[in-house]
């Protein structure tokens, strides 16, 4: 990214924040973006004033409520979240597991909303996190369904590995992918996590082209996630049907035809 440009050194600003460093004073942030402190300053003090920042009485920053709130614009997340929490609410009542929305962004999803029950299984994501969507249940579920450019962008690589369960070779994610493609859901077992098991089906739009997934995430031990599969699948066709999707519209069929883990 250039540093000529004032959107450029705002933009990097912006970048210096992160789950990981959330709060940042001005020095942070001149040291991670490497502009100078007289500039850092300048900048954050129109952020400020503008409420994309918050500085508090100790010197420190904080991403502000105004660049949420424009964020929360982003069509992707603002009606899909709409159209899709009725049914994220009916499939977190019926499981009180991790429930979660998420969409494809180059090789990572992005997840725009997500329920957890006090007691579900611990998971690494959260509203507006990115994972790679080869180690993950709804990246799966969106890679299988997208173009064949970015399918084989995502087979060539490279294929970091969380778990000694993660597909981390091109044949494997192929193999993977066709499947979610048979049977019209994606397993992920202990990708991330040994611990956790994601069932994940793609959300189609108007042009019934996948534009998100959902998913349950429950403990991978002594949880039999086949009978979550019915319940995932409606939940995705319902939000599909709300989006406009012409295949949602369409009965369904009543079964899953042989579904394998990943």
């Known amino acids: 990214?250039?540093?000529?440009?004032?959107?450029?050194?705002?933009?990097?600003?912006?970048?210096?924040?992160?789950?990981?460093?959330?709060?940042?004073?001005?020095s942070a942030i001149?040291?991670?973006?490497?502009?100078?402190?007289?500039?850092?300053?300048?900048?954050?003090?129109?952020l400020t004033q503008w409420g994309a920042v918050e500085r508090d009485e100790t010197g420190v920053y904080r991403i502000g409520l105004r660049l949420w709130e424009v964020g929360a614009l982003a069509p992707r997340g603002l009606?899909?979240?709409?159209?899709?929490?009725?049914?994220?609410?009916?499939?977190?009542?019926?499981?009180?597991?991790n429930v979660q929305l998420a969409v494809l962004d180059g090789m990572e999803v992005v997840y725009?909303?997500?329920?957890?029950?006090?007691?579900?299984?611990?998971?690494f994501t959260r509203v507006g996190g990115r994972w790679p969507a080869h180690a993950t249940g709804v990246g799966l579920a969106l890679l299988a369904h997208a173009e064949t450019e970015v399918q084989e962008r995502a087979i060539g690589g490279p294929l970091h590995r969380y778990t000694a369960n993660t597909i981390v070779s091109g044949a494997e994610l192929r193999r993977a992918l066709a499947e979610v493609r048979r049977t019209g859901v994606a397993i992920s077992d202990g990708q991330v996590e040994t611990i956790a098991l994601s069932v994940a089906a793609p959300v189609f739009g108007p042009a019934d082209t996948a534009l998100a997934a959902v998913s349950v995430v429950v403990p991978s031990d002594g949880y039999d996630w086949r009978v979550l599969v019915p319940a995932v699948r409606a939940a995705a066709r319902g939000i599909s049907r709300s989006l406009g999707s012409p295949k949602a519209a369409r009965t369904p069929s009543s079964a899953v035809r042989g579904s394998t883990e990943m």
């Open 30 to 46: 001149s040291h991670s973006t490497g502009l100078p402190a007289p500039t850092v300053h300048r900048l954050l003090g129109e």
């Open 1 to 26: 990214m250039s540093r000529g440009s004032v959107t450029s050194r705002v933009l990097s600003i912006l970048e210096a924040f992160s789950p990981e460093r959330p709060a940042l004073t001005l």
């Open 112 to 123: 725009v909303e997500r329920i957890a029950g006090r007691n579900a299984v611990h998971v």
């Open 79 to 97: 009606g899909l979240r709409e159209a899709a929490m009725p049914f994220l609410e009916d499939l977190y009542e019926a499981t009180h597991q």
